[in-house]
């Protein structure tokens, strides 16, 4: 170029820069402003050429990134990030301004996306097992004596200015053309391919603006586009790349997504204080102290404007001690941590976290390119008022309000299409069916999941439904279309459930593994209980699952038979499972009185006659665990479990669980087996510990029989017994502890008159039935007659 104030040599401004440097992005505007180009040649894919008019739309808000994506396979994709401190995103905004052409002149997407991920790791270094990869800032650092590549690049470009915009690019060309004849293509051999093409894109655009264009690379490809090659040689380069065929797109950004830890290859350490340098009019020093303030202030940590006057002094001392032209992160860092962290770390990871990477999410315009799953959820995204944020907040949705309910079903239709924006807060949530809890946060990276998700519909619930099919039909086992039912009502697919019910029936109706349908239950009970509170018609979903419970009725007692102690625990899992489940099955209106008797045990999960009473399964559930309590050849482990649960549901007295566990402990039961019973009894966190301590007639049954097992035996069983005895909580263990210590008092084996100060040794009904119209006003529920 020879405007004024340009370089003398002949030809294209060529301004190598840093990717995502404010200093370089500076430097960038200040040298097109002297040089005023015609055209702005832009290190990227040339297919995003149509995109750049949309860089001056006021809806584009850096960070924002250039997405492309095959278009046979969403999932492969690549971005070229660009924040609002990004010389390549100057350069566009200034040519935009002033009325240049802007063109990119990078590798194709088509090519970059085509090409196997092998290619872009080089071959290992000779005798090293190790890949030679040249990071220039750090060389070049190393050459100044530094070892901080970061601080040198911050006091040569960051923190300096200078009166010549041209200076700068020319210093920086010659220290990279240096580094390119040490060591070549630096362990990026695909660089050469690159390369190769841009220098084609230049030679095409020097024929049509001569040489009044300038060229916004990375320094470290300046030497490349200087060399003198052939046109023949570059085309060489590029004869027979793979290709596919791709489309592109603007999406939003994060700076956490620019951060080097995020995984980001050409990222940067510190987004948020490069924004801050890059966009604060002056005293970047004073401003970023105030921000920093603000925040800890936010958190009520006790900061003044004392702690930034002296924090900013700190700072601007340490600078001049290390020999630095300004205070830089290090410096701001090292202030802060000693004047308003008083010398800890964790607010000051709050800093950098916060401040120093940053949460800051760009916008791109709604007229941008996208696939219609993409535009449906941006709309659906409006009309629930469900922004996307990149910093994770907690959502609690109540289910009973109608745009709750359809920000559930949002949220679970995404979680089924692999779209992970959120994702269920477990423990906040309510035990009840009303409630839900979210976490959310939206990543860069959602973007590509949602185009991949985009092959099964066009509208994020067409796209759910159909992903859903397409997974009953493909489930590995009975569990998993368990799942799958309970995620479609969650969900609202309706129009899903029918073949993913069909799937079910047709899967459980073939199993006969009692552990697969006990499996499976639990998740179609959890779904029968939310289908009440969202509406959805679940007949069939009941058939489904009341058929399952009558199965497992069945075939569960001889199931139970001849486990192995692994075999055993597995089995008294799912028992608890089941009994949990069975508690949950709503019944009919009218079927939670007295059952009239058992129905047949023969229904098939895919029968279409309705399913027996849910109460009287109830009955036939009991009546299942008192023949595993009484079988023979069933492990203790699962005979006790049985047992306990049968008294938790008020179906064995007291008596008789004091009877079954002096049977279960008496001397001719192997120690072994009667130490499992025990633990299936009162081990775990079935809150055994607390019926020890409340009754003091099953506490001595267990003292009798520990204080009689043979020293031989009790060392096998110990184990055992710790394991059960451990799960229960200190203040427990102490209880017992104590009632032990006290010794066999007179009447031990019956229950004491007052088992605890103040309270009867029996419930009192009529006292009870005092607090009933306090319950239901609490519940809402209306009072029986």
Same mark, same amino acid.
Request: aromatic share 4%.
């Given at each position: 170029?020879?405007?004024?104030?340009? *370089?003398?040599?002949?030809?294209?401004?060529?301004?190598?820069?840093?990717?995502?440097?404010?200093?370089?992005?500076?430097?960038?505007?200040?040298?097109?402003?002297? !040089?005023?180009?015609?055209?702005?040649?832009?290190?990227?894919?040339?297919?995003?050429?149509?995109?750049?008019?949309?860089?001056?739309?006021?809806?584009?808000?850096?960070?924002?990134?250039?997405?492309?994506?095959?278009?046979?396979?969403?999932?492969?994709?690549?971005?070229?990030?660009?924040?609002?401190?990004?010389?390549?995103?100057?350069?566009?905004?200034?040519?935009?301004?002033?009325?240049?052409?802007?063109? #990119?002149?990078?590798?194709?997407?088509?090519?970059?996306? +085509?090409?196997?991920?092998?290619?872009?790791? *080089?071959?290992?270094?000779?005798?090293?097992?190790?890949?030679?990869?040249?990071?220039?800032?750090?060389?070049?650092?190393?050459?100044?004596?530094?070892?901080?590549?970061?601080?040198?690049?911050?006091?040569?470009?960051?923190?300096?200015?200078?009166?010549?915009?041209?200076?700068? #690019?020319?210093?920086?060309?010659?220290?990279? !053309?240096?580094?390119?004849?040490?060591? !070549?293509?630096?362990?990026?051999?695909?660089?050469?391919?690159?390369?190769?093409?841009?220098?084609?894109?230049?030679?095409?655009? %020097?024929?049509?603006?001569?040489?009044?264009?300038?060229?916004?690379?990375?320094?470290?490809?300046?030497? +490349?586009?200087?060399?003198?090659?052939?046109?023949?040689?570059?085309?060489?380069?590029?004869?027979?790349?793979?290709?596919?065929?791709?489309?592109?797109?603007?999406? *939003?950004?994060?700076?956490?997504?620019?951060?080097?830890?995020?995984?980001?290859?050409?990222?940067?350490?510190?987004?948020?204080?490069?924004?801050?340098?890059?966009?604060?009019?002056?005293?970047?020093?004073?401003?970023?102290?105030?921000?920093?303030?603000?925040?800890?202030?936010?958190?009520?940590?006790? =900061?003044?404007?004392?702690?930034?006057?002296?924090?900013?002094?700190?700072?601007?001392?340490?600078?001049?001690?290390?020999?630095?032209?300004?205070?830089?992160?290090?410096?701001?860092?090292?202030?802060?941590?000693?004047?308003?962290?008083?010398?800890?770390?964790?607010?000051?990871?709050? =800093?950098?976290?916060?401040?120093?990477?940053?949460?800051?999410?760009?916008?791109? @315009?709604?007229?941008?390119?996208?696939?219609?799953?993409?535009?449906?959820?941006?709309?659906?995204?409006?009309?629930?008022? &469900?922004?996307?944020?990149?910093?994770?907040?907690?959502?609690?949705?109540?289910?009973?309000?109608?745009?709750?309910?359809?920000?559930?079903?949002?949220?679970?239709?995404?979680?089924?299409?692999?779209?992970? /924006?959120?994702?269920?807060?477990?423990?906040?949530?309510?035990?009840?069916?009303?409630?839900?809890?979210?976490?959310?946060?939206?990543? @860069?990276?959602?973007?590509?999941?949602?185009?991949?998700?985009?092959?099964?519909?066009?509208?994020?619930?067409?796209?759910?439904?159909?992903?859903?099919?397409?997974?009953?039909?493909?489930? @590995?086992?009975?569990?998993?279309?368990?799942?799958?039912?309970?995620?479609?009502?969650? +969900?609202?697919?309706?129009?899903?459930?029918?073949?993913?019910?069909?799937?079910?029936?047709?899967?459980?109706?073939?199993?006969?593994?009692? +552990?697969?349908?006990?499996?499976?239950?639990?998740?179609?009970?959890?779904? &029968?209980?939310?289908?009440?509170?969202?509406?959805?018609?679940?007949?069939?979903?009941?058939?489904?699952?009341?058929?399952?419970?009558?199965?497992?009725?069945?075939?569960?007692?001889?199931?139970?038979?001849?486990?192995?102690?692994?075999?055993?625990?597995?089995? %008294?899992?799912? &028992?608890?499972?089941?009994?949990?489940?069975?508690?949950?099955?709503?019944?009919?209106?009218?079927?939670?009185?007295?059952?009239? !008797?058992?129905?047949?045990?023969?229904?098939?999960?895919?029968?279409?006659?309705?399913?027996?009473?849910?109460?009287?399964?109830?009955?036939? /559930?009991?009546?299942?665990?008192?023949?595993?309590?009484?079988?023979?050849?069933?492990?203790?482990?699962?005979?006790?479990?049985?047992?306990?649960?049968?008294?938790?549901?008020?179906?064995?007295?007291?008596?008789?669980?004091?009877?079954?566990?002096?049977?279960?402990?008496?001397?001719?039961?192997?120690?072994?087996?009667?130490?499992? /019973?025990?633990?299936?009894? =009162?081990?775990?966190?079935?809150?055994?510990?607390?019926?020890?301590?409340?009754?003091?007639?099953?506490?001595?049954?267990?003292?009798?029989?520990?204080?009689?097992?043979?020293?031989?035996?009790?060392?096998?069983? &110990? *184990?055992?017994?710790?394991?059960?005895?451990?799960?229960?909580?200190?203040?427990?263990?102490?209880?017992?502890?104590?009632?032990?210590?006290?010794?066999?008092?007179?009447?031990?084996?019956?229950?004491?008159?007052?088992?605890?100060?103040?309270?009867?040794?029996?419930?009192?009904?009529?006292?009870?039935?005092?607090?009933?119209?306090?319950?239901?006003?609490?519940?809402?529920?209306?009072?029986?007659?």
């Amino acid at each position: 170029m020879t405007r004024a104030g340009a *370089p003398a040599a002949p030809g294209p401004l060529l301004l190598g820069v840093r990717h995502h440097g404010p200093g370089s992005a500076r430097a960038v505007a200040a040298a097109l402003e002297a !040089g005023r180009p015609k055209a702005v040649l832009i290190e990227g894919p040339p297919e995003a050429d149509a995109l750049v008019a949309l860089a001056a739309d006021p809806g584009m808000r850096p960070p924002v990134a250039l997405l492309a994506h095959a278009v046979d396979d969403p999932g492969r994709a690549a971005f070229w990030p660009m924040a609002e401190f990004s010389p390549e995103w100057v350069a566009i905004r200034w040519a935009l301004g002033h009325g240049a052409e802007v063109r #990119f002149v990078d590798l194709p997407a088509a090519h970059t996306l +085509a090409a196997p991920e092998a290619a872009a790791d *080089p071959a290992p270094e000779e005798g090293t097992g190790r890949a030679l990869r040249v990071d220039p800032v750090a060389e070049l650092a190393h050459a100044a004596g530094y070892d901080d590549a970061e601080r040198w690049w911050e006091d040569v470009v960051e923190l300096r200015g200078g009166s010549d915009p041209f200076a700068p #690019f020319e210093a920086l060309a010659e220290a990279m !053309g240096a580094l390119r004849e040490a060591y !070549g293509h630096g362990g990026h051999p695909r660089d050469l391919v690159r390369e190769a093409h841009m220098r084609l894109r230049l030679r095409a655009a %020097r024929k049509e603006f001569g040489d009044d264009l300038a060229v916004v690379c990375g320094a470290w490809h300046v030497p +490349a586009l200087r060399r003198a090659t052939t046109v023949t040689a570059d085309r060489a380069l590029l004869k027979g790349l793979p290709k596919v065929r791709t489309e592109l797109t603007w999406v *939003p950004w994060t700076h956490r997504r620019l951060a080097r830890r995020s995984g980001y290859g050409a990222g940067i350490e510190a987004p948020g204080w490069y924004a801050h340098l890059f966009g604060a009019p002056d005293r970047p020093l004073e401003r970023w102290m105030t921000k920093v303030a603000g925040l800890l202030r936010a958190e009520d940590l006790p =900061v003044s404007s004392a702690h930034v006057i002296e924090a900013v002094r700190l700072a601007d001392t340490l600078a001049a001690m290390r020999g630095r032209p300004c205070a830089g992160l290090g410096e701001t860092t090292d202030a802060v941590r000693a004047v308003m962290c008083d010398g800890s770390d964790v607010p000051l990871d709050l =800093v950098r976290d916060r401040l120093v990477i940053g949460d800051v999410l760009g916008g791109v @315009p709604a007229d941008a390119p996208a696939v219609p799953l993409q535009r449906d959820l941006a709309r659906l995204q409006r009309s629930l008022r &469900l922004k996307p944020e990149a910093e994770a907040r907690d959502l609690e949705l109540d289910l009973r309000g109608d745009t709750d309910a359809a920000r559930s079903r949002l949220l679970h239709r995404l979680l089924l299409l692999g779209v992970d /924006w959120g994702a269920p807060a477990a423990g906040r949530a309510s035990t009840g069916t009303f409630r839900e809890a979210w976490r959310l946060r939206w990543e @860069p990276e959602l973007h590509v999941q949602v185009a991949e998700a985009g092959v099964w519909g066009t509208t994020v619930e067409a796209a759910a439904t159909a992903r859903a099919e397409a997974r009953a039909a493909a489930a @590995p086992d009975l569990a998993a279309l368990t799942a799958l039912a309970e995620r479609c009502l969650h +969900a609202g697919l309706t129009e899903a459930l029918p073949a993913v019910l069909g799937a079910l029936a047709d899967r459980a109706a073939l199993d006969t593994d009692v +552990a697969h349908l006990a499996q499976a239950l639990p998740a179609l009970a959890r779904a &029968l209980r939310y289908g009440d509170v969202r509406a959805t018609d679940t007949t069939a979903l009941r058939e489904v699952a009341t058929g399952l419970a009558e199965r497992i009725c069945v075939g569960l007692p001889p199931a139970c038979t001849g486990l192995d102690t692994d075999a055993a625990t597995e089995m %008294r899992a799912h &028992l608890d499972a089941v009994h949990a489940a069975i508690a949950l099955l709503p019944a009919e209106p009218g079927e939670r009185g007295d059952a009239a !008797g058992p129905a047949p045990a023969s229904v098939a999960p895919g029968n279409a006659a309705p399913g027996p009473s849910l109460a009287s399964l109830s009955d036939r /559930w009991a009546g299942v665990l008192r023949r595993i309590v009484a079988r023979d050849g069933v492990a203790g482990v699962v005979r006790g479990r049985a047992a306990r649960l049968l008294l938790d549901e008020g179906r064995l007295g007291e008596d008789e669980a004091a009877r079954t566990m002096g049977l279960a402990l008496s001397p001719g039961v192997p120690p072994a087996d009667a130490a499992a /019973w025990i633990e299936g009894f =009162v081990g775990g966190a079935s809150g055994g510990g607390l019926l020890l301590v409340h009754d003091e007639r099953l506490l001595a049954l267990v003292d009798g029989w520990l204080s009689g097992v043979p020293a031989d035996a009790f060392t096998d069983v &110990l *184990p055992l017994l710790r394991r059960t005895f451990a799960s229960y909580e200190p203040g427990v263990r102490r209880t017992l502890g104590e009632l032990v210590a006290r010794g066999p008092a007179e009447g031990r084996a019956t229950r004491p008159a007052v088992a605890v100060p103040g309270f009867a040794a029996a419930p009192d009904p009529e006292r009870a039935d005092g607090v009933l119209p306090l319950l239901h006003l609490i519940l809402g529920t209306e009072v029986p007659a």
